[in-house]
Nanobody, 113 residues
Framework: QVQVVESGGGLVQPGGSLRLSCAASIESGYAMGWYRQAPGKQRESVAG???????TYADSVKGRFTISRDNAKNTVYLQMNSLKPEDTAVYYC?????????WGQGTQVTVSS
């Protein structure tokens, strides 16, 4: 059974930084992605990374967020800098594109002063 565990969220002031981690018992050949869902909004893709390390980003986070992965540890990271209140959401990781039954509990990120 696949397990996906996100961590690293929290409360941060605007302009601050957080680093999210995703430990996933998913075969390391898959492309992986970070997603987020804000209250009252649909879940959206934030960033993706192939096994080889090629990355893609939503326009709203380009230049502020960096996705990376450690294939040996089956772990995916999301470094988030210059955070804005509109980044407030529950953040999830999954394959890219997402697999319906691989969603974890997510980690809450709140950007507020």
């Amino acid at each position: 059974q696949v397990q996906v565990v996100e961590s690293g969220g929290g409360l941060v002031q605007p302009g601050g930084s957080l680093r999210l981690s995703c430990a996933a018992s998913i075969e390391s050949g898959y492309a992986m992605g970070w997603y987020r869902q804000a209250p009252g909004k649909q879940r959206e893709s934030v960033a993706g990374i192939t096994r080889a390390g090629s990355t893609t980003y939503a326009d709203s986070v380009k230049g502020r967020f960096t996705i990376s992965r450690d294939n040996a540890k089956n772990t995916v990271y999301l470094q988030m800098n210059s955070l804005k209140p509109e980044d407030t959401a529950v953040y999830y990781c999954n394959t890219d594109p997402p697999t319906w039954n691989y969603w974890g509990q997510g980690t809450q990120v709140t950007v507020s002063s």
